[in-house]
């Protein structure tokens, strides 16, 4: 296993990141449509460096979706919670996809260009922000204030405006913009006691974002395509 490892170059990664990476590796041996580019959300330099290999590979067509994803989780309770916890959280879950968004901006015109008077949606070009139901501020009273952690929370709360201001500033570039609810998974964050697999979820969840439209433009969705409170 170890020289496995290091003929791929894994040998720096954590158990948990070399096991998603030779995942990664299987899954484009098996579907060679798709491409594997290493990004780094909190680096400009990789950022800038990702835009460009998606750029020769969608070429003149441009992007047509952008899923904003990458997040983390730090426990934070109002005990624990320290000035570093909150602003790398914030960092990587509410700047992060700002500005991989404005990185890729160029390339979602494109496609809502080409796309023109065909509405909104994936099929001209669209862009997802994974947020969460702990960011939203009505939803944190009673039983829904039972999940304690500060840096999570607010970061979401964060992103939710972030995906409100983007909606509002690109609605005439015809790209969608929308805040997306994954719900409570079985994944390295969500933890084993959460009741879906990330099989499960990832189903709903691309058929929501597939079957996107002006209606959600702006909006905060939840993993059926339900409006969620801010």
């Given amino acids: 296993m170890i020289k496995k490892r290091q003929e791929q170059g894994l040998t720096?990664?954590?158990?948990?990141?070399?096991?998603?990476?030779?995942?990664?590796?299987?899954?484009?041996?098996?579907h060679p449509e798709v491409h594997v580019i290493p990004l780094d959300v909190l680096s400009d330099a990789s950022v800038d460096s990702a835009t460009k290999e998606v750029a020769s590979i969608v070429g003149a067509e441009g992007?047509?979706?952008?899923?904003?994803?990458?997040?983390i989780m730090i426990d934070t309770d109002l005990?624990?919670?320290?000035?570093?916890?909150?602003?790398?959280?914030?960092?990587?879950?509410?700047?992060?996809?700002?500005?991989?968004?404005?990185a890729f901006l160029p390339l979602l015109k494109t496609a809502a260009a080409l796309g023109e008077g065909a509405g909104m949606g994936i099929h001209r070009s669209a862009m997802v922000n994974i947020s969460s139901l702990l960011g939203s501020v009505q939803f944190n009273w009673g039983e829904g204030a039972s999940f304690k952690t500060y840096?999570?929370?607010?970061?979401?709360?964060?992103?939710?405006?972030?995906?409100?201001?983007?909606?509002?500033?690109?609605a005439s570039e015809g790209i969608l913009c929308t805040a997306l609810?994954?719900?409570?998974?079985?994944t390295d964050m969500g933890g084993a006691d959460a009741p879906l697999s990330a099989e499960e979820r990832i189903s709903s969840l691309l058929s929501v974002i597939s079957g996107l439209t002006e209606k959600d433009h702006g909006e905060f969705l939840d993993y059926s395509g339900k409006n969620l409170p801010w």
Avoid at 14 to 27: G, Y
Avoid at 79 to 102: E, I, Y
Avoid at 152 to 168: E, I, P, T
Avoid at 181 to 186: F, L, S, T
């Fill in 63 to 71: 992007l047509n979706c952008l899923i904003n994803n990458a997040g």
């Fill in 79 to 102: 005990n624990t919670v320290t000035r570093d916890a909150m602003m790398k959280t914030f960092q990587s879950n509410t700047v992060a996809p700002l500005f991989v968004t404005k």
């Fill in 12 to 30: 720096n990664f954590p158990p948990r990141i070399w096991r998603h990476s030779v995942e990664l590796q299987e899954l484009v041996r098996s």
């Fill in 151 to 170: 840096a999570y929370r607010v970061s979401k709360s964060g992103l939710n405006m972030v995906s409100r201001c983007l909606a509002v500033d690109l």
């Fill in 181 to 186: 609810h994954p719900g409570w998974v079985r």
